[in-house]
């Protein structure tokens, strides 16, 4: 499945949409990717491309203050990255495109496991691209060296995909708060992430700190998943103070 394209006819689609790098690692990947875990990244623009098209749909209060809205996503050659792979998630052939580069990391990575962070910018922007990534996850469900997750605030979308088991194994989801339906977070059942101030907030709450090893959002038992607020704006400034996990 997905591995009818030639190499020419994927190389023809990446030039078409301008997609150089389909999956890259940021600092915090690199340093994550240790004792045989390798991790890997696809991101599109946060909350809005360049025209306008809403990248994160269910974004609320963290849009003030969010991480991929500064820093090196803003560099021009970042951006325009991201911009070209959204390009590419709605072009026909993507799921052809990730399954051939998925390939090359398993051919490049002979042991160890693979994690493929879907999406450290950017969120299922229509249930089509979240059907389409649940596809490709599932060409590899019994591969069991490669792992897929993502943070999202898609919150009763994914559900309702869940509920009708259309969800891989292989495909972790952390419901994020923060967005239009933290309502629908049950923090009990839900594995789940929260963004704090500090680490004594984060560790006081019993969650498990992932804001420097992705690997705990991915694989770690704990489904209370923690992070230190790392954004520009001062944590008093953003609406994060006023986000509840209650």
């Not at 809205?69 to 390009?87: I, M, P």
């Not at 998925?102 to 922007?125: A, V």
């Not at 599932?138 to 997750?149: A, C, G, L, P, S």
């Not at 038992?221 to 008093?236: A, E, R």
Request: charged letters at 20%; one cysteine or more; proline letters at 2%.
């Amino acid at each position: 499945m997905f591995r009818d394209y030639t190499k020419e006819e994927i190389k023809a689609i990446q030039n078409e949409t301008g997609v150089k790098t389909v999956f890259s690692q940021n600092a915090k990947m690199k340093k994550s990717s240790q004792n045989g875990i390798h991790l890997y990244n696809w991101g599109i623009p946060a909350y809005k491309s360049q025209n306008g098209t809403l990248t994160c749909p269910n974004a609320s209060k963290c849009i003030i203050g969010c991480y991929a809205k500064s820093g090196a996503y803003v560099w021009s050659n970042v951006a325009n990255a991201y911009e070209a792979r959204l390009s590419l998630s709605r072009t026909k052939g993507f799921e052809h495109v990730i399954v051939y580069h998925i390939d090359k990391l398993l051919s490049k990575h002979k042991t160890g496991k693979i994690l493929i962070r879907i999406h450290d910018s950017g969120d299922f922007y229509s249930p089509s691209y979240f059907e389409t990534w649940c596809k490709i996850a599932d060409v590899y469900k019994n591969e069991t060296r490669i792992q897929f997750y993502a943070y999202t605030k898609m919150v009763q979308m994914c559900k309702g995909y869940a509920k009708q088991s259309l969800i891989p194994r292989n495909l972790t989801l952390i419901y994020s708060f923060g967005g239009r339906e933290d309502s629908h977070i049950d923090t009990e059942q839900d594995r789940h992430s929260f963004v704090f101030q500090n680490e004594t907030e984060l560790a006081a709450m019993d969650y498990s700190d992932a804001s420097h090893d992705d690997t705990v959002a991915a694989l770690g038992p704990n489904n209370k998943i923690g992070l230190v607020y790392h954004g520009t704006k001062s944590y008093t400034n953003t609406a994060w103070s006023k986000v509840s996990a209650k």
